[in-house]
């Protein structure tokens, strides 16, 4: 059973820095997709960054430059370095994981890709 489970949540001023991360549990093959998603209250879900079971990654346009994902796969472990915060950028974050890496490609960024979801970490960045 993959399991997924985020920390590094928190509350910061805009401008600064948190790290997100994302332990998966259950599976230790290659063929897996990971992303990050966010979502603000009463808004969709929305894809932040994520990577193909290679080496494809895509990066949302309102973080890109800001944000970066990478990835550990001796730790089984997900990242989401964020830099340079925003008030807009407050949301609940979401990591996401598929084993259907057949289906990743032009898909990264879409919820209905994915089949496992950790439990939400929360940022909160104030003015």
């Known amino acids: 059973q993959v399991q997924l489970v985020e920390s590094g949540g928190g509350s910061v001023q805009a401008g600064g820095s948190l790290r997100l991360s994302c332990v998966l549990s259950?599976?230790?093959?290659?063929?897996?997709?990971m992303g990050w998603f966010r979502q603000h209250p009463g808004q969709e879900r929305e894809g932040v960054a994520a990577?193909?079971?290679?080496?494809?990654?895509s990066v949302s346009e309102s973080v890109k430059g800001r944000f970066r994902i990478s990835r550990d796969k001796a730790k089984n472990t997900l990242y989401l370095e964020m830099n340079s915060l925003k008030p807009e950028d407050t949301a609940m974050y979401y990591c996401?994981?598929?084993?259907?890496?057949?289906?990743?490609?032009?898909?990264?960024?879409?919820?209905?890709?994915?089949?496992?979801w950790g439990q939400g970490t929360q940022v909160t960045v104030s003015s």
């Open positions: 996401a994981a598929t084993l259907l890496s057949d289906l990743c490609p032009g898909r990264l960024m879409r919820t209905e890709l994915y089949n496992y």
């Open positions: 990577f193909s079971a290679g080496t494809d990654t």
């Open positions: 259950g599976y230790t093959g290659n063929d897996i997709c």
